[in-house]
T-cell receptor, first 111, second 117 residues
Framework: AQTVTQSQPEMSVQEAETVTLSCTYDTSESDYYLFWYKQPPSRQMILVIRQEAYKQQNATENRFSVNFQKAAKSFSLKISDSQLGDAAMYFCAYRRNDMRFGAGTRLTVKP | GAVVSQHPSRVICKSGTSVKIECRSLDFQATTMFWYRQFPKQSLMLMATSNEGSKATYEQGVEKDKFLINHASLTLSTLTVTSAHPEDSSFYIC?????????????FGNGTRLTVT
């Protein structure tokens, strides 16, 4: 079974600074997809970024980028120029057929 | 963009009654929908995979007779919590994948907060 591990229950960053959220996963598959979702207090799941495992190039979406290390099964999220609105729970997710989530990291942004 | 509508957003019911939650894909067809459960300050746990026109696939530990799933059309899946008990109180979220879009992200509903008194 696939498992997703987020080892940082909470992280804090100063506004305008950069923060990296960690994620590792376990799978025997070679073709799969990885995602980072943001969940604000409203509980809505918001897609932040995604990565196809067959692509070596790291995905980037504006201030959000990932460091995808397939051999190490690592998929970290970097948030640059952090904004107050980035404060939320962040979930790393693995998908081949269904989608599995990590335990989440609560990000606090300090003004 | 793709929209998934989940209804109701909140429901309070008495112990022993049944509650139905609907998940609709509004502008796309979804052969597969997923139901998740989220306890406070915890992650989303996959409960079951709902396939249009066939029986749902339940995760280990999820009682299929308690959590009835019906996926009768390409745009609607329902989750019925039968004989609800206070321990069933939780946040339930559905998600859907577009037909033929294997590499697309899942589209999530806004969730249903169930409180059983």
């Amino acid at each position: 079974a696939q498992t997703v591990t987020q080892s940082q229950p909470e992280m804090s960053v100063q506004e305008a600074e950069t923060v990296t959220l960690s994620c590792t996963y376990d799978t025997s598959e070679s073709d799969y997809y990885l995602f980072w979702y943001k969940q604000p207090p409203s509980r809505q799941m918001i897609l932040v970024i995604r990565q196809e495992a067959y692509k070596q190039q790291n995905a980037t979406e504006n201030r959000f980028s990932v460091n995808f290390q397939k051999a190490a099964k690592s998929f970290s999220l970097k948030i640059s120029d952090s904004q107050l609105g980035d404060a939320a729970m962040y979930f790393c997710a693995y998908r081949r057929n269904d989608m599995r989530f990590g335990a989440g990291t609560r990000l606090t942004v300090k003004p | 963009g793709a929209v998934v509508s989940q209804h109701p957003s909140r429901v309070i019911c008495k112990s022993g009654t049944s509650v139905k939650i609907e998940c609709r894909s509004l502008d796309f067809q979804a052969t597969t929908m997923f139901w998740y459960r989220q306890f406070p300050k915890q992650s989303l746990m996959l409960m079951a995979t709902s396939n249009e026109g066939s029986k749902a696939t339940y995760e280990q530990g999820v009682e299929k007779d308690k959590f009835l799933i019906n996926h009768a059309s390409l745009t609607l899946s329902t989750l019925t919590v039968t004989s609800a008990h206070p321990e069933d109180s939780s946040f339930y979220i559905c998600s859907a994948r577009s037909l033929g879009a294997h590499n697309s992200p899942l589209h999530f509903g806004n969730g249903t907060r169930l409180t059983v008194t």
